[in-house]
């Protein structure tokens, strides 16, 4: 079936002004009419055929699904995919929902539901973080007597509506958290458990939002069902959040759990703050937990623990240490430390050297020390202190000096961490020959080291590049700076009797330094520029770099012609903040000096330009609008 357009006798009048006559009107009319029957007919005829096509498309979909390689596979390898899918990290913290993936599984298919419900291990996970319970209402009374009728509850008040709104999520979570534990059968469990306790009205019963229950009684009982399962718990994070008095939480039960009431806990996350109970005559105040009492602390099994801020000596806790493996410690609260620096308890650096002394398994560890100079007793001999399994060790806030040093023995460190942005004011103590703390560490174990994490902030002059040099097997390079020390509003510690030095910053000599010369320059082979193995960088995000972009450029240039002669992979990441506007597209001049950046990853950040602002000018009916 053909059609020609230019076969109508009004071609040459077609997409013009020409006025027809009356003679030509009936014409075009009939020209149009017959148009219309046959343009009909052609859109009957596809509407046909697209009835035929999704017929068509239809019949080969269902007979290709048949053939789907996934209905093929065992059992077996069916499940082990649906792990690997909830392993994934976007999927690690997915909250108990519609949306979470092994539920999203089990909707598939009957077959797929079956086989998600016989794999218990898909349920094993329980992420129950319940929304803080609203202040300011009150809960219907439950037994207890009142002299006057109770008011009248509206439904609508906004007081009444969250407080029912907290309520039925509440449920929500415990109905969720018995399914979950109900799929998992007697499989390990994973508990991820964050809360607030309930603050102090919310413990009364006079007055009426309709609800039954208190939230201390509700939030009770749901941490009364997952303690039920406490003996299948083989990691736990709990984080508890605003208590009242310890004797009044409604998680009491779940910190007061014994070593026996968890035989397969192999990983412990807790955090706890409660308020302090008032002091009274006859009435010494009382630490909260964790204490010697939080017998969870003492499971048989604990490896692995991530300890909060807590009150009492760290020491006096029920924790095994010589069979950790893997330790953080967030030191102690201020809230029940003494005012007079001889009698508050600190985590110093001696307390630190015991503690290492008690875990002589640690593969990781990460401390927090109190921003305080300790003399170290000198009694012990160099290298008494023996951790020879530590791979990584991060110490927050300050830096021991070289008698810590001197006392440790650390053949396997691979990481060292130093993310102490607070100690910028504190003078740095028993330091020799002018070598600051962070480079007494280097000296002793950075020719193993890895990865490093430094405040140039807190590092003697040229104390940077004297640092690099320490470092020849160095890959990740983490440099943080403090930022402009006068901007700071913390106390200096007791003993800070001296102005510190100028705060080190990275400049474009910095840069120059670790940046390889031309292989034809033979005074200077590329072999000799410090870190050789350095593969990412991260540069100070607050403050602390001098360098242009112009000297960035240069130095990544450098870094990733001559990766051959450093026998590395070459420099793959950069991070760098500028404080000044943008002035340079680094990648397309690195792409114009034909420097090759397949696999470079470069992020530079710069400020906002300030957009110009007029003047806000508001009429009288502008402001009437608003009552």
């Not at 999927?91 to 009957?110: L, Q």
């Not at 400049?507 to 320059?521: A, K, Q, V």
Request: hydrophobic fraction near 40%; charge should be negative.
């Amino acid at each position: 079936m053909t059609f020609n357009p230019s076969s109508t006798p009004f071609a040459q009048h077609l997409n013009t002004n020409y006025v027809p006559s009356n003679i030509e009107i009936p014409r075009i009319r009939a020209l149009v009419q017959e148009n219309n029957a046959a343009l009909a007919e052609l859109i009957a005829q596809i509407e046909a055929l697209e009835v035929v096509r999704v017929a068509r498309a239809s019949f080969g979909e269902q007979h290709m699904a048949l053939l789907s390689p996934v209905k093929r596979l065992p059992d077996d390898i069916l499940s082990t995919l649906f792990l690997t899918l909830l392993a994934h990290p976007d999927h690690r913290d997915v909250s108990m929902s519609s949306t979470h993936p092994a539920v999203v599984i089990s909707h598939v298919c009957g077959r797929w539901r079956q086989l998600a419900l016989n794999t218990p291990l898909l349920w094993s996970s329980l992420t129950i973080h319940p929304p803080v319970a609203p202040r300011g209402t009150y809960f219907r009374n439950t037994g207890v007597d009142h002299h006057s009728p109770p008011p009248r509850v509206n439904n609508h008040q906004p007081l009444v509506d969250v407080a029912r709104r907290w309520e039925k999520e509440l449920e929500r979570i415990k109905r969720l958290a018995c399914i979950w534990l109900e799929r998992s059968k007697e499989c390990d469990l994973y508990i991820d458990f964050h809360a607030c306790d309930p603050m102090g009205a919310f413990h009364q019963t006079d007055g009426h939002t309709g609800m039954g229950t208190p939230p201390a009684t509700m939030l009770a009982s749901l941490a009364d069902i997952i303690c039920d399962t406490s003996p299948r718990w083989k990691g736990a994070s709990l984080r508890i959040t605003n208590g009242p008095e310890y004797s009044g939480s409604a998680f009491y039960r779940m910190l007061n759990l014994k070593p026996e009431d968890v035989p397969r806990l192999r990983r412990l996350s807790l955090y706890a703050s409660f308020r302090m109970a008032p002091e009274s005559p006859g009435n010494e105040q009382l630490p909260t937990p964790p204490d010697k009492t939080t017998g969870m602390l003492g499971g048989v099994s604990l490896r692995t623990l991530t300890l909060g801020s807590i009150s009492v000596h760290v020491q006096s806790l029920p924790i095994r240490w010589e069979q950790l493996t893997d330790l953080q410690f967030d030191g102690y609260i201020d809230v029940y430390t003494p005012h007079t620096p001889s009698d508050r308890l600190v985590f110093d650096f001696k307390q630190a050297l015991s503690l290492l002394e008690r875990c002589p398994h640690l593969v990781t560890c990460d401390l927090s020390l109190a921003m305080i100079d300790v003399e170290l007793p000198d009694s012990r001999p160099a290298g008494s202190i023996s951790l020879p399994h530590l791979k990584s060790l991060t110490l927050r806030y300050s830096v021991p000096g070289p008698h810590f040093v001197t006392l440790l023995s650390l053949p396997s460190l691979e990481v060292l961490m130093f993310p102490n942005y607070l100690d910028i004011n504190v003078p740095q103590m028993n330091c020799d020959d002018g070598i600051g703390p962070v480079e007494s560490w280097l000296q002793a174990f950075g020719h193993n080291l890895k990865e490093v994490q430094i405040n140039v902030a807190n590092l003697k002059p040229s104390g940077l590049l004297r640092c690099m040099d320490l470092l020849p097997n160095i890959v990740f390079l983490h440099l943080d700076h403090s930022g402009d020390r006068h901007t700071l509003s913390l106390d200096p510690t007791f003993n800070w009797a001296e102005t510190p030095d100028v705060p080190e910053s990275v400049d474009g000599d910095f840069l120059r330094r670790l940046t390889p010369l031309e292989e034809n320059d033979i005074q200077a082979p590329s072999m000799l520029v410090p870190c050789p193995r350095l593969e990412v960088i991260n540069f100070p995000k607050h403050g602390g770099i001098t360098f242009t972009e112009r000297e960035l450029l240069d130095f990544i240039a450098g870094r990733r012609r001559t990766c051959v002669a450093l026998k590395s992979p070459g420099l793959r990441e950069v991070t760098a903040a500028f404080e000044t506007l943008q002035e340079l597209d680094i990648t397309a001049a690195l792409k114009e000096e034909g420097v090759d950046i397949v696999g470079l990853t470069l992020k530079v950040l710069y400020p906002r330009r300030i957009p110009l602002q007029t003047r806000n000018r508001r009429t009288r009916a502008d402001y009437d609008s608003d009552f």
